[in-house]
């Protein structure tokens, strides 16, 4: 099996939204977002008296993996073919005089042993929340803009919170992989490919409002997509839970042993065709 690796890739998404508009956007709908709907009709708040206590302008991660794979291989089948009626004795096929079996399930007929040339092909792009490491839809973030990281270890953009991934590239590869590359039943495999065409690493914005409505003891974490302007209440500030610092081998660790036991079976023998960037950049 021969399988190549894509240059690890670091990515920031552009905002559509910057943090101060935001911020007006979120504070006109502060009422019913941090109220709720049923309590802004039982017990209206004023916009006054619910007060801004804190702003977090953070950059969250998720991974995009994308895979294709590519099998030439022969398999031996069988085939069945029935004959006109118990009249037809015997069949000329390529030149070879074949005799009928009348005893063939579904009439008198004719049994081909044949060599099946196959070749497999698929494609599988997959996304994963970078912190917890569990498959969900980003697609939507891959159509905008972004700007490629250089040098991961040193991204701090001035006033946000960057935060740093959970779960590495061979964690989310792993399970790619394993959707990926599927067994099949074969005489012969000529060629056996897998191509990851992407291990790349996002950072989107997202901004965390966090409101007080003083009268009922009663605080509200209101978060705006940077990217798609939307909107949610419920969430929560990340500054203190941020332990980890960014480190490209701490995160990038598909090596050639790791990939060794990424691949289904563990024991297949890999061949890397492509180099892993250059971790020494």
Request: glycine content about 8%.
């Amino acid at each position: 099996m021969d399988i190549s690796l894509a240059s690890e890739r670091a990515f920031r998404l552009i905002p559509q939204t910057p943090l101060d508009v935001a911020r007006v956007r979120v504070d006109d709908k502060r009422t019913n977002l941090v109220a709720g709907m049923v309590g802004a009709l039982l017990s209206r708040p004023k916009p006054e008296e619910i007060l801004l206590l804190s702003t977090e302008n953070r950059l969250e991660p998720f991974w995009q993996v994308t895979i294709s794979t590519r099998t030439v291989y022969d398999r031996g089948r069988s085939y069945t073919l029935n004959v006109g009626g118990p009249e037809v004795k015997s069949l000329t096929v390529l030149g070879q005089k074949v005799a009928v079996d009348p005893k063939i399930k579904g009439g008198p007929g004719v049994v081909f042993d044949a060599v099946e040339h196959c070749v497999d092909e698929g494609r599988l792009m997959r996304t994963f929340d970078g912190v917890s490491g569990s498959q969900a839809d980003f697609s939507k973030y891959l159509t905008f803009t972004a700007e490629q990281i250089a040098d991961l270890a040193g991204f701090a953009p001035e006033g946000a919170l960057v935060v740093p991934p959970q779960a590495r590239a061979t964690a989310v590869v792993r399970q790619v992989m394993s959707e990926a590359v599927k067994s099949v039943q074969a005489q012969m495999i000529h060629e056996e490919r897998v191509d990851v065409e992407a291990i790349d690493l996002y950072f989107r914005p997202v901004y965390a409002f966090e409101y007080e409505w003083a009268a009922k003891n009663k605080k509200v974490i209101v978060e705006y997509d940077g990217m798609t302007g939307e909107t949610r209440t419920g969430g929560k500030k990340l500054q203190d839970q941020i332990k980890n610092l960014l480190t490209r081998d701490l995160l990038f660790d598909v090596t050639a042993d790791a990939v060794g036991m990424i691949v289904p079976g563990g024991s297949i023998a890999v061949k890397l065709v492509k180099a892993v960037v250059d971790r020494g950049k």
